[in-house]
């Protein structure tokens, strides 16, 4: 069994209840705004927000916590490369290493900006059943002209949402395999060249074949990609627009500032 | 020494909504050359049971000792040889060579020791050393799965571990598997294994802890076992036992297709002879 990264809690709450088409607009819309954003003031505003929307879910606010962990490794290099590569007024010195008082800025804001992502789209997900993201995705990439690039919105919808369903089961594999190595005496962490491949040739062996398994359970059951009828129709409430208003207004507020 | 749990507890995804208790207040003690079957329904805690052996877990509550040690030093991952359901999950090296001595190399034996147990556990296996040079990958379901044993073999463990080894195997496959098993308790290995398979273990079973909803409903000896209600038994088992209850003078206490052949056969001669007396 696998601890939930970036699994959907079923609810009840405001969040659970949006239209996912909102909710996947309001996460694009704080994107941008944490990239635009520069001021301290303004990045724990954001958080702020977050701390907000997530209290409305009901779920302890820890859980959206996991989905930045798979990154830190990733967002502790980011930090580390703004904070000595970035010309500035030196901060100290060690050996060749010069970190700047700028350096450190940029890398804590960088670092809050991933970090941040990480946790709104970790509440979509928490909040949002994986098959009403992908029909919210579908229907907002319905009226482009995607058949010139050789694929439709119904088979991007499909991929996405095979992708969001094994994502669990790819975390599953990985810890049996984890599981595997590590009775055998392998310590991960000490020596990468080493324990990689041990991880990563079962890993992609087995997603390969669970691939091609699904391939021909999905064709066997008629799937060919073309247009399908949805069990739900997606519509977007007043409460959808209501939210959307709210957070475009707040996302100017703060831009304002 | 033994594998000890004292009131063991253990949850998954603890203080999030989704927290489940896999087991629960768990007593357990393994001694050394013990052949062990854990059995349950899927579940029930079994899997996680086994993990917490060798420190792939630690559990919420109480305490696991292995020959007094804690199970996350690496000297107990040394002791207790674990082998998963899937083989194929944990086989990545070019050769079978280096696949067997991935552990031992791990724990740091010279180049000369460690050739000295691949050979070991290839012969406990019952491979030939033609097979040394194989791809892993081209090897049939069974035969990755002795791979995989003979990798933890090859750290001589003295408790060997099996999540469901027979799963999903070929009957030849299962087999090999249940031989090599028996080969390796009676040379003194405690083996203790997962298993829903009853129609293959219950012969080679000598002690067997059940476990229901993360607790153990029953531990004890086969024979203990059989005069338990309301067991998981092999199918010959149930079938003897219905034979009888049905009227048929048979022993119930039967595990394989041949040792029902021939009790029946019995039955049938005595019956025979009866007849003729009359």
């Not at chain 1, 062996?205 to 949805?230: F, H, K």
């Not at chain 2, 033994?2 to 927290?19: A, D, G, M």
């Not at chain 2, 109480?62 to 991952?77: C, F, H, Q, R, Y």
């Amino acid at each position: 069994m696998q601890e939930p990264v970036f699994s959907y809690v079923p609810g009840t709450s405001f969040l659970h209840t949006l239209d996912p088409r909102t909710k996947l607009a309001a996460v694009m819309l704080l994107g941008i705004l944490v990239f635009r954003t520069e001021s301290f003031f303004g990045i724990g505003v954001i958080f702020a927000l977050f701390i907000a929307l997530a209290s409305f879910t009901g779920l302890p606010t820890g859980i959206f916590f996991r989905a930045v962990r798979p990154m830190l490794l990733f967002i502790i290099f980011i930090f580390l490369a703004q904070l000595f590569f970035t010309e500035g007024k030196v901060l100290a010195s060690f050996w060749i290493l010069q970190p700047s008082i700028e350096g450190l800025q940029n890398g804590l804001r960088l670092s809050a900006r991933f970090i941040l992502l990480l946790l709104f789209a970790a509440l979509m997900t928490a909040s949002t059943d994986p098959s009403a993201i992908t029909c919210g995705i579908e229907r907002i990439l319905r009226p482009l002209p995607l058949r010139w690039l050789g694929v439709n919105s119904y088979e991007l919808a499909t991929m996405m949402n095979i992708s969001i369903a094994f994502l669990p089961l790819l975390f599953e594999r990985v810890e049996r395999t984890k599981a595997a190595q590590a009775s055998r005496g392998m310590y991960f962490g000490r020596n990468p060249f080493h324990s990689v491949p041990a991880l990563v040739i079962p890993l992609i062996r087995g997603i390969v074949r669970d691939a091609e398994e699904l391939a021909l359970a999905m064709e066997s059951r008629g799937y060919q990609g073309t247009r399908r009828t949805s069990m739900h129709e997606l519509l977007m409430q007043k409460r959808d627009w209501a939210s959307l208003f709210a957070l475009v207004f707040f996302a100017a507020l703060l831009l304002r500032f | 020494m033994p594998i000890i749990l004292e009131n063991v507890s253990f949850f998954y995804s603890k203080n999030t909504p989704l927290e489940t208790a896999a087991l629960k207040d768990v007593n357990l003690r393994i001694e050394k050359g013990e052949f062990v079957g854990i059995l349950g329904e899927k579940g029930a805690g079994k899997s996680t049971l086994i993990k917490l052996f060798n420190g792939l877990l630690r559990p919420d509550s109480g305490k696991v000792t292995v020959d007094e040690l804690a199970p996350s030093s690496k000297e107990v991952k040394r002791r207790i040889g674990m082998v998963f359901q899937q083989a194929a999950d944990q086989l990545f090296c070019r050769t079978v060579y280096e696949e067997i001595a991935f552990g031992p190399l791990n724990f740091g034996y010279s180049k000369k020791e460690t050739e000295e147990r691949v050979f070991e556990a290839l012969e406990a296996v019952s491979f030939d050393r033609s097979m040394l040079l194989r791809d892993p990958f081209s090897l049939s379901g069974g035969e990755m799965q002795r791979v995989a044993l003979a990798g933890a073999l090859a750290l001589r463990p003295e408790y060997l571990v099996l999540d469901e080894p027979i799963t999903g195997l070929d009957p030849g496959g299962k087999k090999e598997i249940l031989d090599t098993l028996k080969k390796i308790k009676d040379q003194g290995t405690a083996v203790i294994t997962v298993t829903h398979n009853l129609k293959g273990f219950f012969p080679l079973l000598e002690r067997i802890v059940l476990i229901r909803e993360g607790r153990i409903s029953f531990q004890g000896s086969r024979k203990e076992y059989l005069e338990t209600e309301n067991v998981p038994l092999p199918p010959v088992t149930s079938m003897m036992r219905e034979l009888k209850a049905r009227g048929v003078p048979v022993n119930p206490a039967i595990f394989t297709v041949e040792e029902a052949l021939e009790e029946i056969l019995r039955v049938k001669s005595l019956l025979e002879k009866e007849k003729a007396e009359k």
